[in-house]
């Protein structure tokens, strides 16, 4: 699959890059963008799903990776056509001469398909609901941005790699995680680390710990393992992470050189 990623790369001008909002850092990866760097090729690191996080955090994580890394970036939320006419600039910004083709790479569930839309204007590229599932992109083409620009209709996904939460927040499809509850605990440690109400706003849920939440999560969808009635808690563990891929659990993270003490999670 990285393979394919660094075909299309080869085969274009400029990359964007799509990571998602409520953790920017964690969906970047650091490999590809030093691969479009080594290949002389403008990289846009495009910071989806912006209605998810406050507008002045997503101007500090921009602020901080153009200053730290020299990156032009841009936000947006595609799925709400937010920011789209300020991507198409920075798109032309960076591409030499103001033309050539494009390709989005990112991580499963940034929203490269929404993008594509986006730049398309209509709703015509595939889509998938969970990460690698039946539907998605399977043949490169190419279409039209504007007079000048080309863009590769391509998933362009980056494998998920890293610890097993790292994986989880890269997209991972939630089929394929061994031990979906030990994954879970660990995503729902870090979501409170940033924000400890995101979650029981998100389920409407009062809960003592992680395993509590769970085992509520799995009474509330009436959820039960068939021999002994007691909550199915691998069922809700494998929903908490879809709802986390679908952008459905919301918090922030911050830039390392911000302080995360007053993070509270909002809508732009």
């Known amino acids: 699959m990285l393979g394919d990623v660094l075909k299309v790369i080869k085969k274009s001008d400029a990359v964007l890059e799509i990571v998602d909002s409520r953790e920017p850092d964690l969906t970047r990866s650091k490999k590809i963008e030093n691969i479009v760097k080594k290949e002389g090729k403008g990289l846009l690191i495009?910071?989806?799903?912006?209605?998810?996080?406050?507008?002045?955090?997503?101007?500090?994580?921009?602020?901080?990776?153009?200053?730290?890394?020299?990156?032009?970036?841009?936000?947006?939320?595609?799925?709400s056509h937010l920011g789209t006419k300020i991507l198409r600039n920075a798109i032309k910004e960076v591409l030499k001469g103001n033309e050539g083709t494009i390709c989005l790479v990112g991580y499963p569930k940034t929203g490269k398909s929404s993008i594509i839309n986006a730049l398309k204007g209509r709703h015509s590229a595939s889509t998938s609901a969970h990460p690698m599932a039946y539907g998605y992109t399977k043949t490169i083409q190419k279409f039209k941005v504007d007079s000048?620009?080309?863009?590769?209709?391509?998933?362009?996904?980056?494998?998920?790699?890293?610890?097993?939460?790292?994986?989880?927040?890269?997209?991972?499809?939630?089929?394929?995680?061994?031990?979906?509850?030990?994954?879970?605990?660990?995503?729902?440690?870090?979501?409170?680390?940033?924000?400890?109400?995101?979650?029981?706003?998100?389920?409407?849920?009062?809960?003592?710990?992680?395993?509590?939440?769970?085992?509520?999560?799995?009474?509330?969808?009436?959820?039960?393992?068939?021999?002994?009635?007691?909550?199915?808690?691998?069922?809700?563990?494998?929903?908490?992470?879809?709802?986390?891929?679908?952008?459905?659990?919301?918090?922030?993270?911050?830039?390392?050189?911000?302080?995360?003490?007053?993070?509270?999670?909002?809508?732009i």
């Open 46 to 79: 495009v910071i989806n799903k912006g209605d998810l996080v406050p507008r002045e955090v997503l101007e500090k994580w921009k602020r901080y990776i153009e200053k730290e890394d020299k990156i032009k970036t841009v936000y947006i939320s595609a799925t």
């Open 148 to 267: 000048k620009i080309y863009a590769w209709d391509t998933p362009g996904i980056i494998p998920p790699d890293g610890s097993p939460l790292e994986r989880a927040i890269r997209g991972q499809a939630v089929e394929k995680i061994e031990d979906p509850v030990k994954v879970a605990l660990l995503l729902i440690d870090r979501i409170e680390k940033f924000d400890k109400n995101a979650l029981k706003s998100a389920y409407k849920l009062d809960y003592s710990d992680g395993l509590d939440l769970l085992q509520k999560i799995a009474i509330k969808r009436g959820w039960f393992y068939k021999k002994d009635k007691e909550p199915l808690i691998e069922e809700a563990a494998r929903q908490l992470i879809r709802d986390y891929h679908e952008g459905k659990i919301i918090y922030f993270t911050l830039p390392p050189s911000e302080s995360n003490d007053e993070n509270k999670s909002s809508n």
